[in-house]
């Protein structure tokens, strides 16, 4: 049977309301979607039948009077999808179901001389040879995070000249498969949206720092502005007038103090110059410095790895600020490498501990979210899912 494109609509709206709201009831649904109860009734019976949806029996808190509401949810091991994020230092591979159930994942150490070389060919031999490994399973689509935004272009916007010269397009003619891009942020946070349940927040942030930093923005269930370039390069914010020159050409930018790589570049200089510097007796060379070798310092108590940290975190809690009084949310998600350490967990949450005089002024509830290699990758098989049954 052939759907109409608003009988595609609806059922989408329907599909995404199970995801983020289920178990919930057809009313329930109906409420929620304003969709008339009958057409919710039609749908989800319909979907029930395919084997997306099943019945769960009857809500047992349910104090109404009459008959009890019948709940809904989503059938798992429905769909499968592959989720892949590029990163300069590896390329993760992810097998999950179509509730972001993991199966099987793998990750491909790289280098940037190898990327640079031979691109296209490494990120296509890679991804085939896990889908390979995922034979026992039929994929339906397979979603890529990718380092820079994407506007349907089968281009990489991005500063950084490593990724500029793949072809996504050319990737694509290598599959069988539909791919699907986005960048790696705004897959963290469809998959926070999509695979969270009981998400009760159509509106929330995602704050990703690590060697870049983005910000993406839930509103009403949509990445909000993934139209705009510079919508969510928070990175690119000037918190400083007095600091240095970062890459976009501005002074005193965010990532120029609490970016991966200028935390880096710093402490590289703190291990040449500085007398008291613990990092020589933990690398033998500069080389060998990267964000688990900052922390350790941190942790044995280096008071120049301290005043750095220290000084990001100020920076990073008054932008978190900043946030909470631009855009309307309930939660901004933290997800970063340096957000492991319980000290300086504890430290950003001391810099943005201040009460608001401003009677109307609410702050969100800021979470840190356990840091993983493979967040984004998970976070691409919603990338999947977002495109092939929920905006059909």
Request: net charge negative; hydrophobic share 35%; proline share 3%.
């Amino acid at each position: 049977m052939t759907l109409s494109k608003k009988q595609l609509q609806l059922r989408a709206k329907i599909l995404e309301t199970v995801y983020t709201l289920g178990p919930i009831s057809r009313i329930e649904i109906a409420t929620k979607t304003g969709i008339t109860p009958a057409t919710t009734s039609s749908i989800t019976n319909d979907l029930i039948k395919e084997n997306i949806l099943l019945e769960l029996g009857e809500d047992e808190h349910d104090t109404s009077v009459g008959r009890k509401k019948i709940l809904l949810d989503i059938q798992a091991k429905r769909f499968y999808y592959i989720g892949c994020e590029l990163s300069e230092k590896h390329f993760t591979f992810s097998l999950g179901d179509n509730l972001g159930n993991i199966l099987k994942e793998e990750k491909e150490i790289v280098t940037k001389q190898l990327i640079q070389e031979k691109g296209n060919q490494l990120i296509s031999q890679t991804l085939k040879q896990f889908l390979n490994n995922c034979s026992d399973y039929e994929i339906e689509a397979i979603g890529i995070a990718l380092p820079g935004r994407y506007l349907d272009d089968y281009k990489i916007t991005t500063n950084n000249p490593l990724w500029q010269h793949i072809d996504l397009e050319m990737i694509q003619s290598h599959f069988d498969k539909p791919l699907f891009f986005s960048n790696n942020v705004n897959c963290m946070a469809i998959g926070k949206h999509l695979f969270s349940r009981q998400q009760n927040d159509p509106n929330f942030a995602y704050f990703h720092f690590a060697r870049g930093m983005h910000c993406s923005y839930i509103y009403d269930g949509n990445i909000y502005g993934k139209g705009n370039l510079m919508i969510g390069e928070i990175g690119h914010t000037v918190v400083s007038s007095e600091g240095e020159e970062c890459s976009c050409g501005r002074k005193g930018c965010l990532q120029t103090f609490a970016g991966e790589s200028w935390l880096i570049k710093k402490s590289k200089i703190l291990y040449h110059q500085s007398p008291y510097s613990l990092l020589p007796s933990l690398v033998k060379n500069t080389d060998d410095i990267d964000i688990q070798v900052i922390l350790t310092a941190y942790q044995l108590g280096d008071i120049g790895i301290i005043t750095l940290i220290h000084q990001a975190l100020l920076y990073l809690s008054q932008t978190i600020l900043n946030i909470s009084m631009m855009i309307d949310s309930q939660k901004i998600y933290l997800h970063s490498p340096l957000l492991t350490n319980q000290h300086i967990i504890q430290k950003l949450y001391s810099e943005m501990n201040y009460k608001p005089k401003l009677l109307y002024n609410r702050l969100p509830e800021v979470i840190i979210e356990p840091y993983n290699d493979f967040t984004a990758a998970h976070s691409a098989i919603a990338l999947c899912l977002y495109h092939t049954i929920l905006h059909s």
